[in-house]
Protein backbone atom coordinates (compact mmCIF):
# COMPACT_ATOMS: atom_id res chain seq x y z
CA UNK A 1 0.00 0.00 0.00
CA UNK A 2 3.03 2.60 1.00
CA UNK A 3 4.50 1.57 -2.48
CA UNK A 4 1.63 2.01 -4.19
CA UNK A 5 1.02 5.98 -2.21
CA UNK A 6 4.15 6.46 -3.43
CA UNK A 7 3.76 5.42 -6.73
CA UNK A 8 0.82 7.49 -7.15
CA UNK A 9 2.26 10.92 -5.16
CA UNK A 10 5.75 10.52 -8.20
CA UNK A 11 2.93 10.49 -10.74
CA UNK A 12 1.59 13.34 -9.76
CA UNK A 13 4.15 15.12 -8.68
CA UNK A 14 5.84 14.28 -12.57
CA UNK A 15 2.85 15.32 -14.20
CA UNK A 16 2.52 18.22 -11.53
CA UNK A 17 5.85 19.37 -12.60
CA UNK A 18 5.07 18.87 -16.36
CA UNK A 19 2.33 20.84 -16.63
CA UNK A 20 4.07 23.36 -14.89
CA UNK A 21 6.87 23.34 -16.94
CA UNK A 22 4.65 23.42 -19.94
CA UNK A 23 2.60 26.47 -18.56
CA UNK A 24 5.56 28.59 -17.50
CA UNK A 25 7.26 28.02 -21.81
CA UNK A 26 3.85 29.50 -22.76
CA UNK A 27 3.85 32.37 -20.65
CA UNK A 28 7.36 33.23 -21.79
CA UNK A 29 6.14 32.85 -25.28
CA UNK A 30 3.47 34.63 -24.61
CA UNK A 31 5.69 37.60 -23.61
CA UNK A 32 8.25 37.59 -26.12
CA UNK A 33 5.75 37.88 -28.21
CA UNK A 34 4.43 40.67 -26.61
CA UNK A 35 8.19 42.33 -26.45
CA UNK A 36 7.85 42.16 -30.09
CA UNK A 37 4.95 43.35 -30.64
CA UNK A 38 5.76 46.46 -28.55
CA UNK A 39 9.56 46.66 -30.41
CA UNK A 40 7.52 46.63 -33.71
CA UNK A 41 5.46 49.86 -32.80
CA UNK A 42 7.82 51.63 -31.06
CA UNK A 43 10.18 51.07 -34.55
CA UNK A 44 6.99 52.03 -36.42
CA UNK A 45 6.58 55.43 -34.54
CA UNK A 46 10.29 56.27 -34.84
CA UNK A 47 9.77 55.97 -38.74
CA UNK A 48 6.84 57.86 -38.86
CA UNK A 49 9.01 60.51 -37.36
CA UNK A 50 11.41 60.58 -39.47
CA UNK A 51 9.10 60.57 -42.46
CA UNK A 52 7.31 63.66 -41.09
CA UNK A 53 10.52 65.58 -41.18
CA UNK A 54 11.53 64.54 -44.49
CA UNK A 55 8.38 65.80 -46.17
CA UNK A 56 8.52 68.96 -44.20
CA UNK A 57 11.56 69.29 -46.21
CA UNK A 58 10.29 68.18 -49.24
CA UNK A 59 7.21 70.73 -48.83
CA UNK A 60 9.65 73.48 -48.72
CA UNK A 61 11.35 72.24 -52.08
CA UNK A 62 7.32 72.35 -53.63
CA UNK A 63 7.27 76.09 -52.76
CA UNK A 64 10.52 77.41 -54.19
CA UNK A 65 10.53 75.84 -57.66
CA UNK A 66 11.39 79.26 -59.25
CA UNK A 67 14.31 78.77 -60.05
CA UNK A 68 17.56 76.37 -59.20
CA UNK A 69 18.97 78.96 -56.18
CA UNK A 70 15.51 78.65 -54.44
CA UNK A 71 15.44 75.04 -54.78
CA UNK A 72 18.98 75.36 -52.98
CA UNK A 73 18.02 77.67 -50.71
CA UNK A 74 15.15 75.68 -49.80
CA UNK A 75 17.37 72.92 -49.35
CA UNK A 76 19.44 74.27 -46.92
CA UNK A 77 16.93 76.14 -44.66
CA UNK A 78 16.14 72.79 -43.63
CA UNK A 79 18.97 70.90 -43.52
CA UNK A 80 19.10 70.85 -39.58
CA UNK A 81 15.64 69.86 -38.95
CA UNK A 82 16.95 66.46 -38.09
CA UNK A 83 20.01 65.34 -37.10
CA UNK A 84 19.75 61.78 -38.01
CA UNK A 85 19.45 62.89 -41.83
CA UNK A 86 22.85 62.74 -43.39
CA UNK A 87 21.61 64.30 -46.24
CA UNK A 88 18.85 65.79 -48.15
CA UNK A 89 18.62 65.75 -52.00
CA UNK A 90 16.28 67.20 -54.94
CA UNK A 91 16.66 64.85 -57.93
CA UNK A 92 15.23 67.12 -61.51
CA UNK A 93 13.57 66.26 -64.94
CA UNK A 94 16.12 66.95 -67.90
CA UNK A 95 16.01 70.46 -68.07
CA UNK A 96 13.39 71.25 -65.72
CA UNK A 97 15.39 74.68 -65.34
CA UNK A 98 17.07 74.49 -69.13
CA UNK A 99 20.09 76.30 -67.46
CA UNK A 100 21.31 73.54 -65.37
CA UNK A 101 21.33 71.00 -68.05
CA UNK A 102 20.15 67.32 -67.85
CA UNK A 103 21.07 66.48 -64.17
CA UNK A 104 20.50 68.87 -61.37
CA UNK A 105 20.71 67.24 -58.10
CA UNK A 106 21.58 69.91 -55.59
CA UNK A 107 22.41 67.55 -52.38
CA UNK A 108 23.02 69.18 -49.45
CA UNK A 109 25.07 67.44 -46.50
CA UNK A 110 26.15 67.22 -43.08
CA UNK A 111 30.03 67.25 -43.04
CA UNK A 112 30.16 66.77 -38.97
CA UNK A 113 27.18 67.32 -36.32
CA UNK A 114 27.23 71.00 -37.26
CA UNK A 115 28.63 72.03 -40.73
CA UNK A 116 26.91 70.95 -44.30
CA UNK A 117 27.86 71.83 -47.60
CA UNK A 118 25.69 71.58 -50.69
CA UNK A 119 27.20 70.02 -54.46
CA UNK A 120 25.34 69.25 -57.47
CA UNK A 121 25.63 65.82 -57.59
CA UNK A 122 23.79 65.39 -61.41
CA UNK A 123 26.36 64.26 -64.25
CA UNK A 124 26.83 61.84 -66.68
CA UNK A 125 28.48 59.49 -64.29
CA UNK A 126 26.22 59.87 -61.82
CA UNK A 127 22.82 59.20 -64.19
CA UNK A 128 20.43 59.54 -61.07
CA UNK A 129 17.53 58.81 -63.51
CA UNK A 130 18.53 55.29 -64.40
CA UNK A 131 18.43 54.71 -59.91
CA UNK A 132 15.94 52.16 -59.24
CA UNK A 133 14.77 54.97 -56.23
CA UNK A 134 13.86 57.26 -59.05
CA UNK A 135 12.49 55.06 -61.75
CA UNK A 136 10.40 53.68 -58.87
CA UNK A 137 9.30 57.12 -57.88
CA UNK A 138 8.00 57.99 -61.46
CA UNK A 139 6.09 54.99 -61.39
CA UNK A 140 4.35 55.13 -58.41
CA UNK A 141 3.85 58.52 -57.08
CA UNK A 142 3.97 57.49 -53.68
CA UNK A 143 6.47 58.15 -50.91
CA UNK A 144 8.86 55.20 -50.23
CA UNK A 145 11.98 53.96 -48.74
CA UNK A 146 14.75 52.29 -50.84
CA UNK A 147 16.75 49.08 -50.17
CA UNK A 148 19.45 49.64 -47.86
CA UNK A 149 22.70 50.10 -50.07
CA UNK A 150 26.48 51.09 -49.16
CA UNK A 151 27.72 54.06 -50.49
CA UNK A 152 31.39 54.92 -50.52
CA UNK A 153 33.22 58.01 -51.55
CA UNK A 154 36.27 58.12 -49.58
CA UNK A 155 35.22 60.76 -47.11
CA UNK A 156 33.50 60.94 -43.90
CA UNK A 157 29.67 60.01 -45.41
CA UNK A 158 30.87 56.67 -46.44
CA UNK A 159 28.36 54.40 -45.14
CA UNK A 160 25.22 52.14 -45.28
CA UNK A 161 22.30 54.13 -46.03
CA UNK A 162 18.45 54.02 -46.61
CA UNK A 163 16.81 56.74 -48.55
CA UNK A 164 13.50 57.81 -47.89
CA UNK A 165 11.79 59.14 -51.43
CA UNK A 166 9.51 61.32 -52.52
CA UNK A 167 8.07 62.96 -56.25
CA UNK A 168 7.57 66.60 -56.26
CA UNK A 169 4.98 68.35 -58.83
CA UNK A 170 4.64 71.65 -59.85
CA UNK A 171 2.10 73.40 -59.81
CA UNK A 172 1.32 72.64 -63.31
CA UNK A 173 1.14 69.02 -62.33
CA UNK A 174 4.29 68.13 -63.80
CA UNK A 175 6.50 65.99 -62.22
CA UNK A 176 9.52 68.32 -60.94
CA UNK A 177 11.47 66.22 -59.37
CA UNK A 178 12.45 63.46 -56.65
CA UNK A 179 13.14 64.53 -53.17
CA UNK A 180 15.31 62.18 -51.01
CA UNK A 181 16.71 61.82 -47.34
CA UNK A 182 19.71 60.02 -46.94
CA UNK A 183 19.84 57.91 -43.47
CA UNK A 184 22.56 56.02 -41.72
CA UNK A 185 20.86 53.30 -39.55
CA UNK A 186 23.01 54.25 -36.72
CA UNK A 187 19.44 55.89 -35.42
CA UNK A 188 17.93 52.83 -35.69
CA UNK A 189 20.64 50.60 -33.74
CA UNK A 190 19.94 53.57 -31.07
CA UNK A 191 16.41 52.76 -30.95
CA UNK A 192 16.87 48.62 -30.70
CA UNK A 193 19.41 49.70 -27.38
CA UNK A 194 16.31 51.19 -26.01
CA UNK A 195 14.02 48.65 -26.92
CA UNK A 196 16.34 46.07 -25.70
CA UNK A 197 17.43 48.26 -22.66
CA UNK A 198 13.75 48.74 -21.33
CA UNK A 199 13.10 45.22 -21.88
CA UNK A 200 15.73 44.03 -19.18
CA UNK A 201 14.55 46.55 -16.79
CA UNK A 202 10.98 45.67 -16.49
CA UNK A 203 10.46 44.34 -13.46
CA UNK A 204 7.04 42.72 -14.78
CA UNK A 205 8.73 40.97 -17.80
CA UNK A 206 11.73 39.76 -15.50
CA UNK A 207 8.90 37.65 -12.99
CA UNK A 208 8.55 35.23 -16.05
CA UNK A 209 11.82 35.59 -17.87
CA UNK A 210 14.99 34.35 -16.31
CA UNK A 211 17.14 37.54 -15.95
CA UNK A 212 20.33 35.73 -17.44
CA UNK A 213 18.14 35.02 -21.05
CA UNK A 214 20.18 36.05 -24.03
CA UNK A 215 18.28 37.68 -26.09
CA UNK A 216 18.14 40.76 -28.59
CA UNK A 217 15.92 42.91 -31.36
CA UNK A 218 17.34 43.09 -34.88
CA UNK A 219 15.40 44.66 -38.03
CA UNK A 220 15.56 42.53 -41.29
CA UNK A 221 15.42 42.91 -44.60
CA UNK A 222 12.82 40.86 -46.73
CA UNK A 223 15.58 38.56 -47.70
CA UNK A 224 17.06 38.21 -44.20
CA UNK A 225 19.51 40.42 -44.14
CA UNK A 226 19.99 42.61 -40.87
CA UNK A 227 19.63 46.32 -41.23
CA UNK A 228 20.04 46.87 -37.90
CA UNK A 229 21.67 45.75 -34.89
CA UNK A 230 22.08 46.88 -31.44
CA UNK A 231 25.57 46.53 -31.25
CA UNK A 232 26.54 47.04 -34.99
CA UNK A 233 26.92 43.27 -35.54
CA UNK A 234 25.42 40.92 -38.63
CA UNK A 235 23.20 38.59 -38.26
CA UNK A 236 21.45 36.49 -40.90
CA UNK A 237 18.29 34.44 -40.56
CA UNK A 238 19.46 31.84 -43.38
CA UNK A 239 16.43 29.97 -43.50
CA UNK A 240 14.13 29.55 -46.59
CA UNK A 241 10.81 29.52 -44.55
CA UNK A 242 11.66 32.48 -42.77
CA UNK A 243 12.93 34.59 -45.99
CA UNK A 244 9.44 33.65 -47.62
CA UNK A 245 7.32 34.66 -44.49
CA UNK A 246 9.33 38.08 -44.31
CA UNK A 247 8.91 38.41 -48.54
CA UNK A 248 5.00 38.11 -47.39
CA UNK A 249 4.98 39.87 -44.92
CA UNK A 250 3.92 37.86 -41.73
CA UNK A 251 4.33 37.05 -37.89
CA UNK A 252 5.91 34.03 -36.83
CA UNK A 253 8.40 32.37 -35.21
CA UNK A 254 10.90 29.84 -35.45
CA UNK A 255 13.91 27.88 -34.17
CA UNK A 256 17.14 28.40 -36.09
CA UNK A 257 20.56 28.84 -35.76
CA UNK A 258 21.39 32.90 -36.02
CA UNK A 259 25.37 33.02 -36.80
CA UNK A 260 25.77 29.09 -35.39
CA UNK A 261 23.64 29.43 -32.30
CA UNK A 262 20.68 27.67 -31.54
CA UNK A 263 18.02 30.30 -31.12
CA UNK A 264 14.21 30.83 -31.47
CA UNK A 265 13.49 33.69 -33.53
CA UNK A 266 10.09 35.97 -33.25
CA UNK A 267 9.59 38.18 -36.01
CA UNK A 268 6.68 40.21 -37.30
CA UNK A 269 6.69 42.98 -40.30
CA UNK A 270 7.01 46.77 -39.20
CA UNK A 271 3.96 48.87 -40.59
CA UNK A 272 5.82 51.85 -43.87
CA UNK A 273 8.80 49.70 -44.83
CA UNK A 274 9.53 46.66 -46.42
CA UNK A 275 11.30 45.63 -43.16
CA UNK A 276 10.38 43.38 -39.79
CA UNK A 277 11.97 43.38 -36.96
CA UNK A 278 12.76 39.94 -35.32
CA UNK A 279 13.50 39.27 -31.39
CA UNK A 280 16.13 36.37 -31.51
CA UNK A 281 16.45 34.38 -28.09
CA UNK A 282 19.11 32.33 -27.23
CA UNK A 283 18.61 28.96 -26.39
Not at 71 to 84: C, D, F, G, T, Y
Not at 165 to 184: E, H, I, N, Q
Not at 268 to 273: N, S
Amino acid sequence: MLLTVLAVAIVIAAVSGFTAYRAQKAVKHVRYVGMLDVASEKIAKTIRGMEINARNVFDEVEKHLDSPEAVIAALESKVSLNPEVRGYFAAFEPNYFPKEGQWFEPYVHHVDSSAFEMRLVGSARHNYHKSDWYVRAKKSNESFWSEPYYYYDGTKISGHYTTFVKSVFDKTGRLACVCGADMTFEWLAKELQRIDEGNRHNELLDVFIDNDADYFTVVINSDGSCIAHPEGKSVKMTQEQVGRSLELRKKGVIDLEVNGVPSRVYYAPIEHVDWSVALVVKK
